[in-house]
């Protein structure tokens, strides 16, 4: 579900059952997401009267938000669940309130498929599913008296494109990069040298065409081309 089809949702509607004796607000430091990652926050056991808002920084920014008021995935007696998926690049301001009659964890994190791009975060990962993790940035608990709970946080994703990975994966030592890329400007250079030098003396004999010279000089573009791709390839540079 988008965040125009809805700004707020709930699972149920336990205010009219439960007599709410107190409210608490509380804020969240900020959460800094990588591309394709995504906040979650865990309720156990399941609150009452879950609900969830998403206000982005600027309408353009889009988002998904899901309520689970009873998932089971995480532990065995049931959680529930607020998920907000970021679409893009942004900022987006996430709000949590529900109810609980009972004394329950939170645990507040991001879902990742690859939780080592958080080393700063002290967190155990948690399996979801095979290669995804839970990462907790919280873990609290709280003990309820049928206490209202508003939870909020700044939500930034960090990059607007999956980072693209190289065709040439393995990175060679420096050294030997290099020796690989002068052996390999020795060869086309010495080509080039001999093509020239032939192309030059066929035109002291007037045998040399002016095709000839432009398909030279052709060559010896190419070849530059060749070496400063090579130069990117092996991560050679002369600084």
Known sequence: MSSQAAAALSTTNAASLFKVKNSININFASVKLNYGDYVAM???PPVYDLQATVMPYNLSETYDLHLISNYTQLNSAGSSLVVMIPSGPGTYNLSVTFISKAPFVLQYGIVTQNYTAYP???GKPVVLATGVWFLP???????????????TSSVTELSDAKPVPSAFSFK??????????LVISALLIYVDAFVVSDTYWKEKSQEASRKRWIGVILLVAFTLLIIYWSMGLLGVKFT
């Open 120 to 122: 700063h975060l002290a």
């Open 137 to 151: 940035i919280v873990t609290e608990s709280y003990q309820s008296n049928y206490t209202a709970y508003t939870f």
């Open 42 to 44: 865990f309720l156990t």
């Open 172 to 181: 060679f030592p420096s050294v030997v990069s290099l020796t690989i890329f």
